[in-house]
């Protein structure tokens, strides 16, 4: 069998990639290298809807995130995924930063971003009065938002599949080779053949793209720390607060998170090993340092986990969409780091004009179902939602997660559903049992046991995520 | 023979130093009671500890059952029972005292399961 | 909706302990939730013994400590409902919970008891750097896995906190045949009883470094080490002392942090120390009619202790039901002094007709102190202690005929003299 389209990659612009594709009669697959879903960069970001005054007018990345941001909310109903439009600030602390506030307004009206305001120290600390004292001022945004971003990545995934593509996971692509207009993609798990393939693979685009000879694709990692507060401090802010922007990107912003916890970070470090998600000491220092700065009652004391993001930075500064010098056929989707996330509803459409003019002939999908069944969250039902569910599937009144209120029935869902969880980190990811104040310390063994008992597995078969990431050795007896 | 010890019989946890040959006791000194001097010669005599692990279950719900000894046995022998422990596997329903196996090695203590299974 | 005269929040020690004494003070319509599938709480994974040596003169597991309370209670009517969380209580004792064959329960109660134990403090609270590997756990999802489920979480083990599960962990991997290769400890003593160190490290010579840290974890999918490092007076990691050790496994035994999410949620007044709720000598909050016990309460050393300060709350809770409680109570609060870091209870009724015994924990090691109670700046008692640890509680006692002496303005002070 001959796909249409094989998409590498299933962060959220391989996943939404899909999806887009999903609305044409073509036959597409989503190959992702790991276990699961939204591992790359895709699950470790800021969650920020940009409303795209950052980027420099005329770029690819100032044109697909004003139209992305503008797309999300409708597109996260759709998917039923947490989006909020909670608007951003950026904060100025003294009257040079004012400058650069103004660079930026002028800027975001020349990208044709709507609702920008330049606030007073009086208005942004009416707005915000948790803030620093010595703020100057801040650009206000009104369409920017909050969203989380593996959830859009999952949701798009299922969606994808529901609507008929083939999601292949641990197929990590390492070799690839074109005969006869098509592409045949080997990994260590077989082989597929495409006659298009998205290079969505994004740190590892570069790699992919080397594979049929193309070196264009120019990337430098750089790692982000972050930490997670308790929902306890989690409405400090309202805004999502950004400081003046730097060379090395937005510098560390203070924002609630969809899921009402506070998110402080991120460090902006170029490293070289693509595998390195360690946070660190100096990281965590860089993070304490600035983050008061903002907000001077952030304290990581309140913080229940850290992470490390990598974003590939591209050389060139804009996103890289479109089709290989070496090989037309081979679609590039690279170098998307911020705003990335938020660009990525409309980086789908443009990478799926492009095959599409590239095909001629394609017809729609009059099956084609963009909308994602609701997914039961006890702790979002009412008592009375919660009743009929119970009635309906009794493992919906057994909790699993206490901090999060995480039930054994969403966790059986989400192991069940199309492109569904494999692995602790995957269950972690689709539910949030395990995300809450005791990561998982209570949980995490049920939920080693459900997945073990739903895959037909042993216990010790299950891993954190996928690999060689085992939680369990051998039986004691 | 000269061996330095932590005193465990009340928790100020008294360091106690024991001289001692193949056959005697010389001296035991840093301890602050009697209770302490007990203790130390006890160590250097005939240690022994109490030992908790679990069993393995045959046919019943859980996968093992936890168990005790039911009264300390030779410190040197811990690794020795903990062969005889894991080598068992005992059938479905266990009862709690229930013994699991009779003294164990000959030390004179049973193994006895802790829980229900 | 159903009507309970008493709710217990909770089926370990506290809540099994608390609902016997409220049955045996007149009590008849009782219900014990527990969100487990049995009675006994963490009990029933503490397979070591050392339990009961204080309350039942014997020495015994974690589960034959629990098994003699579950005996009791079914031998009496108390009901109970066990894989049964409890979502929420509301201001007029309202209890919300849910199971998989009840569904929604809405129980209308008299008076609750509140006691849901304390969970362990995660890696995130701790900074430490490095990978988010597999292998990294607390040491009680450990002792879950290794006692109740019989798989071995680790075969190399680092172990960072040196509090009894710590310690107990340790003895217990050795015995399965994992290596255990150090202990860490972040402060300059270990917070364990001494019997431990001895009997759990010592026994199989594993070392116990004090004032050492875990710095970073390595490893990208299972872990394969941890660099740990000294730390200074301030408890600042010392980078020249930065050492690598090899393993595949770390247990995290960093304290325990009582579970107070209802609590707070009820509007209960907590103590910024215990991070529990702020109660009188009869464990009773200042939510009236809502009592607090165990580990929820404050941590406690000895589950012997839980199951004494248990009976106080179903006791305070089967007076209040019976309306027996005083009306107008009135409430002397009491001060930590020197080197005591919080007091349980916060604060006492001086219209209690029984004496009061006030629970603390000293702030660090102390030899040779004295452990001094005063009240309206009178010395009531002075004793001589040879050695004070924040491992252990300690207690002091108002004897009744102080009490009938105080009034609204009098004060408490319990402190350590050196």
Known sequence: ?477 | MKRDLTCVACPLGCPITVEYTDTEIISVTGNTCKRGEAYAKTEITNPTRSLTSSVKVCGGVLPVVPVKSDKPVPKDMLFDCMKEINSVCVKAPVKIGQVIIENILGTGANIVATNND | MLNYDLVVVGGGPAGMAAALKARECGIESIIVLERAETLGGILEQCIHTGFGLHYFGEELSGPEYAAKFIAQIEKTDIVVKTDTMVLDISDNNLVTAVNKNDGLLKIQAKAIVLAMGCRERPRGALEIAGTRASGIMTAGTAQKYVNLDGYMPGKKVVILGSGDIGLIMARRMTLEGAEVKVVCELMPYSGGLTRNIVQCLDDFGIPLRLSTTVVETHGKERLEGVTIAKVDENLQPIDSTREYIECDTLMLSVGLIPENELTKNVGIGIDRITSGAVVDEMRQTDHKGIFACGNVLHVHDLVDYVTLEAQLAGKGAADYILGNSDENPCYVNGTTGNGVRYLVPQRVNINNKDDVKIYFRVGRVFKNAKVVLEVDGNVISSKKKVKLAPGEMENVVIPAAVLSSMTADSSIVVRVEE
């Open chain 1, 1 to 477: 069998m001959c796909y249409d389209v094989a998409v590498i990659g299933a962060g959220v612009i391989g996943a939404l990639t899909a999806r887009e594709l999903s609305k044409y009669n073509l036959k597409t697959v989503l190959a992702e290298a790991t276990n699961d879903v939204a591992m790359g960069a895709s699950k470790a970001n800021s969650g920020i809807v940009h409303a795209g005054f950052d980027a420099k007018p005329g770029t690819l990345k100032a044109q697909l995130n004003v139209k992305g941001c503008a797309m999300m909310k409708e597109l996260c109903e759709k998917l039923s995924v947490p989006y909020k439009n909670n608007g951003s600030l950026v904060v100025a602390f003294s009257e040079e930063e004012m400058d650069t506030i103004k660079d930026l307004y002028d800027r975001g009206i020349a990208n044709g971003v709507p609702g920008l305001s330049i606030l007073s120290k009086e208005e942004l600390k009416a707005l915000e009065p948790n803030l620093a004292d010595d703020v100057a001022g801040a650009l206000r945004a009104e369409s920017a938002g909050i969203v989380c971003p593996y959830e859009l990545t999952i949701a798009a995934t299922e969606n994808a599949v529901v609507n008929g593509v083939d999601f292949v996971r641990n197929f990590r692509v390492k070799e690839i080779s074109f005969a006869d207009g098509v592409f045949t993609l080997k990994s260590d798990a077989g082989e597929l053949k495409a006659k298009y393939i998205v290079d969505a693979a994004g740190a590892h685009s570069d790699e992919v793209a080397k594979l049929i000879g193309d070196s264009c694709v120019n990337l430098v990692m750089r790692r982000g720390e972050y930490f997670i507060l308790d929902k306890a401090v989690g409405d400090m802010v309202s805004h999502t607060i950004f400081q003046c922007p730097t060379k090395m990107g937005k510098g560390i912003l203070v924002s609630p998170t969809v899921d009402g916890n506070l998110l402080i970070g991120p460090t902006a470090e170029d490293i070289e090993d693509k595998f390195d998600k360690s946070t660190t000491a100096n990281g965590f220092k860089t993070i304490k340092t600035f983050s008061v700065k903002s907000c001077p009652a952030v304290s990581v004391r309140n913080a229940i986990t850290s992470f490390t993001g990598l974003r590939a930075h591209p050389v060139n500064d804009d996103f890289i969409l479109g089709p290989s010098k070496v090989n037309p056929q081979f679609i590039h989707a690279s170098g998307i780091e911020s705003p990335g996330l938020t660009s990525a509803p409309a980086i789908a459409e443009y990478l799926v004009d492009i095959i599409r003019n590239a095909m001629g002939d394609v017809t729609e999908n009059e099956s084609f179902n963009g909308t994602r069944e609701d997914v039961f969250r006890f702790r979002h039902a009412t008592d009375e939602e919660r009743a009929e569910a119970i009635a309906k599937n009794p493992a919906y009144g057994r909790i699993v997660c206490r901090c999060e209120t995480i039930t054994e029935g969403e966790i059986i869902d989400a192991i069940k559903a199309p492109a569904g969880a494999r692995d602790v980190d995957g269950v972690k990811r689709r539910t949030r049992a395990g995300m809450g104040r005791c990561q998982g310390g209570f949980c995490g063994s049920k939920v080693v046991e459900i997945l073990a008992r739903e895959l037909g597995t042993e216990i010790n078969e299950i891993t954190k995520f996928g690999a060689a990431s085992n939680i369990l050795f051998d039986k004691t007896k």
